[in-house]
């Protein structure tokens, strides 16, 4: 199994301009978490979603952001303007309800997001 | 969720038991502890949970007092691989999706 993966591990941007994350789960996987993380602020949920499905934004941090899940295989986190204090290591997670740890989230390795 | 307090730093020698302790004095009946940790520049990795029996898998021990208000986390033989930030998580293991992550504990593995 690959894990999850996503993509890109690295990107550079200038305030004002759109970023798009992306993120693959774990096959078979029925929930999908993004996450961010700053030093000031530590690993913060952003949203989350189950079979495609949005269940708690609630922390989104403005309407900037968006995220979407087309499908079971693939979500999208988007920036757009983006500004220099979104800059932080943003995560994605994924778990399903049939393992044996219950409630165990997979995490990538996390796409590092530097805003100029 | 109940609120954790973990001791910011710690170091162990390398070869001995890490003792991450773990304080959840507000804990609820049906809140479980969770421990993850996340090696640098790396994604938070799963270790164990528990709600109030002892219990031990492949990568450590966890160890919740009576009261359920404390636990400890136990690496039993430290390797230099286990250096890392080590986050304990009270929440419930149904309903509610939220991981929240404090500060956690820095653990140095010194060889």
């Known amino acids: 199994d690959a894990g999850v993966i996503q993509s890109p591990r690295h990107e550079v941007t200038e305030m004002g301009q759109e970023v798009t994350l992306r993120c693959k789960p774990i096959s078979g996987h029925d929930y999908l978490f993004w996450y961010r993380q700053t030093m000031m602020r530590g690993l913060e949920l952003l949203i989350y979603?189950?079979?495609?499905?949005?269940?708690?934004d609630s922390g989104m941090p403005e309407d900037r952001f968006s995220a979407k899940m087309p499908n079971a295989s693939f979500s999208t986190l988007k920036i757009q303007p983006s500004e220099p204090r979104d800059s932080a290591v943003y995560f994605c997670a994924s778990r399903t309800d049939r393992s044996v740890s219950y409630n165990e989230q997979f995490f990538g390795p996390g796409t590092r997001l530097t805003v100029l | 969720d109940a609120k954790t307090t973990q001791p910011p730093s710690m170091d162990c020698a390398e070869g001995r038991a890490a003792n991450l302790p773990c304080n959840h004095s507000t804990i609820s009946g049906n809140e479980y502890v969770y421990w993850y940790r996340q090696i640098h520049s790396q994604g938070p990795q799963y270790i164990i949970h528990g709600l109030k029996n002892n219990e031990t898998n492949e990568m450590a021990s966890l160890i919740i007092t009576e009261d359920r208000k404390s636990s400890t986390l136990i690496l039993p033989h430290a390797t230099l691989r286990d250096t890392a930030v080590y986050y304990c998580?009270?929440?419930?293991?149904?309903?509610?999706?939220?991981?929240?992550f404090g500060t956690g504990t820095r653990l140095t593995i010194i060889p």
């Open positions: 979603f189950n079979n495609n499905v949005p269940i708690d």
């Open positions: 998580i009270v929440r419930p293991n149904f309903g509610n999706e939220k991981l929240t």
